[in-house]
């Protein structure tokens, strides 16, 4: 999507594509280290937390070259990113808390979503597509993260809102798309919505209705 | 594929394949439910076991664009289905059986077989692939669905003819379709074959030869 | 692949990829048979551990048509296999061991690695890209092979190298080929580094660093 003249739009986007995949690396190496995986292990499960949401939305949309191949510096910081974590956890007994993943967590959720839902629009995607898009490239990661560790993924079966937030935050993405606004608008509307309403959730201890089966 | 001038055999597909999503989403519905997931966890499972199977046939064929991008009313009507399934389920105390799970499983196994065989012949595929890809078609969205419940999917490990029950229609399929018999009988019949195996096998309890390892 | 003019280099990565596809083949048997899944659940995840490398690897590298769908035949050789291996085993009681399991292993992981490596320096990926896309090849199936079975990925968890291995003989061939050295060298070179460092590794019992969280 580089090859386009980067516009404000696009540059805000690339930007915060980088600081989605951080985030979501992060939350996959704690995850990884708290199921004691073996160093590779946590390499790999970082790697698809971070790119496994990115990867499905160019696969779904048929987008090539993927975005991790056009900034291969990418997968270098990546890299990097576990040795030096690794190396820090043998150091310092780092004491791995659902806090500590929970918060990058939700800023990777909403930059992801908006993503997802901007570049499903640009494709000329339906409305509901693109929101769906924008909802699988932000929870993805995570559920390939928690299934590769053998877990039910969490954001499925924990009733919090989590992909929810990312439901109305994309809504407001196509919302704003619709009315005409500028694509910077509605993507730091969509993020900062959806971050808010995640972090909000956790914070005011939000649960989604369970339910007699 | 539904660019193409709509024939009698389109027609039927079409058909076909909307009444396929509508069984495999209850099913993954009930599993979701019976697995105790959240509203969230409900709704995407029962997305998978819908949409996954034909996903990755279009996938695996490169067709593009997805059927639920070409047809967005049948995940609006999905979204639907799942938010009164919760509300329904929520009110009255509903028993989920296997039961339950094993008849609209049974005709989604069927249809969506017809389905994968069909597009695979259409775009050349050596009949072998095209029977794997009718299978694959029919199967994988269970595969998914019993996968992110973090179980092993029943399809691999309950000894009871599922897959195989795919496997003979989609030959019987490739055969019609070799005679030269017109696409609406090759489907049907395949649809019933599949179908009836799979209904005759768990009603007669028919299960695969175990074996000592 | 096989639409060019074949080269010696050429004809010897089919044969690579035909010898890998059989030994990982036999991986997934052995498992899906441990973990007592039924003859169909068999079938499948020997199929996954043999096809599921290489097609992650075509579908990243946007590859069509599949080298399943190019060479049916191995399909058909996969069919054979899995049902003569399970009469087969239905007679004679076998004693699956976990050392029957890694000797193939360790020679699918380097000749997937290397067939990974070259497809993807031929399509101008950047050599990292290339390295990883050797590794998801060589591992991937196996990865697949566990999920699948509802285990946490071996690869990933048993503190032993193994994707380690793979890194290292990808950059190899990576070197090779940046030196300009014919394929075939950087082939061989690569898979014998491969599997010779994980029969290595298994043999002296090396183990990656284990670490406090």
């Known amino acids: 999507m580089?090859?386009?003249?980067?516009?404000?739009?696009?540059?805000?986007?690339?930007?915060?594509?980088?600081?989605?995949?951080?985030?979501?690396?992060?939350?996959?190496l704690l995850k990884a280290a708290r199921k004691r995986l073996d160093p590779v292990g946590v390499c790999v499960v970082s790697f698809l937390a971070a790119f496994g949401g990115g990867t499905l939305r160019d696969l779904l949309l048929d987008r090539r070259p993927f975005f991790w191949v056009e900034h291969v510096e990418l997968l270098w910081a990546m890299?990097?990113?576990?040795?030096?974590?690794?190396?820090?956890?043998?150091?310092?007994?780092?004491?791995?808390?659902?806090?500590?993943?929970?918060?990058?967590?939700?800023?990777?959720?909403?930059l992801f979503a908006a993503t997802g839902v901007h570049l499903a629009l640009n494709d000329q995607m339906p409305m509901l597509v693109a929101v769906l898009m924008?909802?699988?490239?932000?929870?993805f990661g995570g559920v390939l993260r928690d299934m590769v560790c053998n877990e039910t993924p969490t954001a499925f079966s924990d009733h919090q809102?989590?992909?929810?937030?990312?439901?109305?935050?994309?809504?407001?993405?196509?919302g704003l798309w619709w009315l005409g606004a500028p694509d910077w608008t509605a993507l730091l509307a969509c993020v900062v919505v959806t971050a808010g309403l995640r972090i909000l959730a956790i914070w005011r201890k939000w649960s989604l209705p369970a339910w007699r089966v």
Do not use: N
Not at 92 to 100: G, S, W
């Open 2 to 28: 580089l090859t386009e003249i980067p516009s404000w739009g696009e540059m805000l986007r690339v930007l915060v594509e980088l600081a989605g995949t951080l985030a979501f690396a992060l939350s996959g």
């Open 79 to 110: 890299l990097a990113l576990c040795v030096l974590a690794m190396l820090f956890m043998r150091q310092h007994h780092l004491e791995v808390t659902e806090k500590a993943i929970q918060w990058p967590d939700a800023l990777g959720l909403g």
């Open 134 to 139: 924008g909802i699988a490239t932000g929870v």
């Open 161 to 174: 809102p989590y992909a929810v937030c990312a439901f109305a935050g994309g809504w407001l993405y196509v």
